[in-house]
């Protein structure tokens, strides 16, 4: 619910808005943990006349814009909780990735009219047992190149209250993407993985609706995999199309040391990163692989296989109301474009679930929000979606309305997500929203 209004869901089907409907138009910016770009999102939102219901979004356009390679090390030297980085240098990364994210809008937006931008920016702080979240790339930066009000720090609100600030896909997902019967997981597979299980709206036939939404981080997505093909390749950022995986051997016994890291046996809400799964957490798994006569590429398909699995022992851990209702897993993120990782998941989720539970992309489930030609040759809706989550917290922030789902991120209370950084149309921006 939004704080002090509540707002109905709607089913997967999401219809267009009449034109006489008040619309915004913004531009969500997003690089997670991979830290392998900038997905760059400009979506229409429009809200309906029944401020109950949930608003509609069309996607305009969607890039990827690569991090250049000095500013990849330098994020990913950031995120290394052995680094020692002053305040100095934190300062000034958040002034270059800020620009970095206000150059990405100038360049895709390309004479699209613009309200606001919200910006996730990139997180290289997670600490949810000390309330403390840290993402940089400065928004008054953003706000001051643009010229267009900017709306960020969207997770330290939630935190404030308790809560784990992630995973904020969980407002996107039980707003927009409720299924029409039994139970959905939306599962995204990043550097890290998160799930969302939402449920039908109340009041369906077979009484398979209702239950509050559930979120958490699953575990690694795709960070532990990249770091086993990088340590084969120094130029691979990924196993690409999963074939490092595919020509090894999952060994056994070091699946099962794998898999016995603390995290997977903690129950949600939970939220983790690469504090966690880290690069100095991978040096004991080579080690490991080692002791146990392991391959570099028995590495990749055991490290491929835990990520798979660690994602289905991650569901046992939700409440029996939704996994014994569970009909569909919906994957989206880069670790749905690695063929082997998904094979493993089909397997592991029909081994633990049966051939009731299918599993497909964001796509399908995604489409009627695209206007034709948004996505560039190559790009699918499902790599926009995070991009478009920030479009949408934004968007609920400057309508002063919660952007959190405390049943998935442990949050003792709604909040409105974001502080807002005013750009030149700040006061235009104020007008348009109360008229």
Request: glycine letters at 10%.
């Given at each position: ?8 869901a ?14 915004v ?25 029944d ?56 360049t ?10 919200a ?7 997670h ?13 008054a ?22 809560g ?16 029409r019967r039994?139970?959905?997981?939306l ?5 890290i993985g998160?799930?969302?299980?939402v ?5 369906v ?16 997505g ?9 340590a ?16 090894g ?26 504090e ?49 209702k ?34 497909r ?12 030609g ?6 699918e ?47 235009a ?7």
């Amino acid at each position: 619910h939004f704080a002090g209004t509540p707002v109905r869901a709607r089913p997967t089907s999401v219809h267009m808005a009449a034109a006489d409907e008040a619309a915004v138009t913004v531009c969500g910016l997003m690089s997670g943990t991979s830290a392998d770009g900038i997905d760059v999102a400009f979506v229409k939102i429009t809200t309906p006349p029944d401020p109950t219901t949930a608003p509609t979004l069309r996607l305009l356009r969607f890039a990827e814009v690569p991090w250049s390679a000095s500013d990849r090390e330098l994020i990913l030297g950031l995120m290394d909780p052995a680094a020692r980085i002053s305040l100095r240098e934190l300062g000034r990364a958040d002034v270059r990735l800020g620009t970095a994210f206000a150059t990405a809008c100038t360049t895709v937006r390309d004479g699209l009219p613009l309200d606001l931008v919200a910006s996730h920016g990139q997180t290289v702080h997670h600490d949810p047992e000390g309330r403390s979240t840290t993402q940089i790339g400065q928004p008054a930066v953003i706000a001051a190149i643009t010229g267009v009000t900017t709306v960020a720090d969207f997770r330290v609100a939630d935190m404030a209250r308790g809560g784990q600030g992630a995973p904020l896909t969980s407002t996107f997902d039980s707003l927009l993407l409720r299924p029409r019967r039994g139970v959905r997981a939306l599962q995204n597979i990043g550097g890290i993985g998160n799930v969302t299980f939402v449920a039908a709206a109340s009041g369906v036939a077979d009484d398979s609706g209702g239950e509050e939404p559930v979120a958490f981080d699953t575990g690694p997505g795709n960070c532990m995999i990249d770091l086993a093909a990088n340590a084969i390749d120094p130029t691979l950022a990924c196993d690409l199309g999963g074939q490092l995986a595919a020509s090894g051997t999952v060994h056994s016994e070091l699946l099962d040391a794998l898999l016995a890291h603390p995290y997977f046996l903690r129950k949600p809400p939970k939220t983790t990163g690469r504090e966690e799964f880290s690069v100095a957490l991978f040096a004991e798994w080579q080690g490991l692989a080692q002791k146990f006569g392991c391959s570099s590429v028995d590495l990749v398909a055991t490290v491929t296989e835990a990520t798979a699995q660690s994602i289905v022992r991650a569901y046992l851990l939700a409440p029996a109301a939704l996994t014994t209702k569970l009909t569909e897993v919906v994957v989206s993120g880069g670790g749905s474009k690695n063929p082997q990782l998904m094979a493993r998941l089909r397997f592991a989720i029909c081994a633990e679930f049966g051939d009731k539970v299918s599993v497909r992309g964001h796509a399908e489930v995604l489409s009627e929000m695209v206007e034709p030609g948004a996505l560039p040759h190559g790009l699918e809706v499902d790599d926009a979606k995070e991009a478009m989550v920030f479009c949408l917290l934004g968007w609920l922030a400057l309508q002063g309305r919660s952007g959190s789902v405390p049943s998935c991120t442990g949050a003792n209370a709604p909040a409105v997500l974001g502080t807002i950084s005013p750009g030149e149309n700040y006061e235009a921006l104020q007008l348009k929203r109360t008229s």
